[in-house]
């Protein structure tokens, strides 16, 4: 049974277009780890504030793996759009040779009845379309998905099912309007939104900030 249109449209490149794929996941996962990074950092360096030990074990693998994922990223990156660039040349040169092979077998009254425009768009214009296709938005639309899913995966596996609670709280309050607060000392008013955190609230009272536990 012979190939269809369809299913051999991308056969020269199907192999470099798994590499995409798999490049684009890679640097889309390791894009989220020096954000998830700074998050263990700050709980690894918490119990500094009140004067508790800190695991400098952890501190220096945390960041060494922040770093080594900055690498990663930028490596997989530049991999998945160099591999789309070299697929795409591949790509727009079986293309060309598959129509001009085909326009070679038409009678001459079909170029009669078409300009060379036409032909030429055929050949060269409808062919590199394609660019942005192969070399771009495969990649685009990875790693566009997949940070936002990384994320919300980490937030929730964190957090329990508390998490989105919490931060449906956070984003509410941020997005409060801010209240002003009088200054006792010299009568200075000052307009402080409330700061949330996932321990509690800081608050702007007359002259000194508070801390207040949810």
Not at 100 to 120: A, I
Not at 136 to 163: K, M, N
Request: charged share 15%; proline share 6%; net charge positive.
């Amino acid at each position: 049974m012979s190939q269809g249109p369809q299913e051999s449209f991308f056969a020269p490149v199907r192999g470099s277009l798994a590499a995409i794929v798999t490049l684009s996941l890679i640097g889309a996962a390791s894009s989220v780890v020096p954000f998830i990074a700074i998050v263990e950092l700050a709980r690894t360096l918490l119990p500094a504030i009140d004067g508790g030990p800190v695991d400098a074990g952890r501190v220096w693998t945390i960041v060494i793996v922040a770093v080594v994922a900055l690498f990663v990223s930028a490596a997989s990156a530049f991999g998945a759009g160099a591999v789309g660039h070299f697929a795409d040349g591949r790509l727009q040169l079986s293309l060309r040779q598959r129509i001009v092979r085909h326009l070679q077998r038409l009678p001459l009254g079909w170029f009669d009845q078409r300009s060379s425009g036409t032909v030429r768009k055929l050949v060269e214009s409808d062919v590199t379309s394609l660019h942005q296709l192969v070399a771009h938005t495969i990649q685009d639309l990875l790693t566009a998905i997949a940070v936002p899913v990384i994320g919300l995966v980490y937030l929730f596996g964190t957090g329990g099912r508390f998490s989105s609670f919490r931060r449906s709280q956070q984003v509410a309050a941020c997005g409060q309007p801010p209240f002003t607060r009088t200054d006792a000392g010299n009568g200075t008013k000052r307009t402080v939104p409330p700061y949330p955190t996932d321990r509690g609230w800081w608050e702007f009272s007359p002259g000194t900030w508070s801390f207040s536990a949810s």
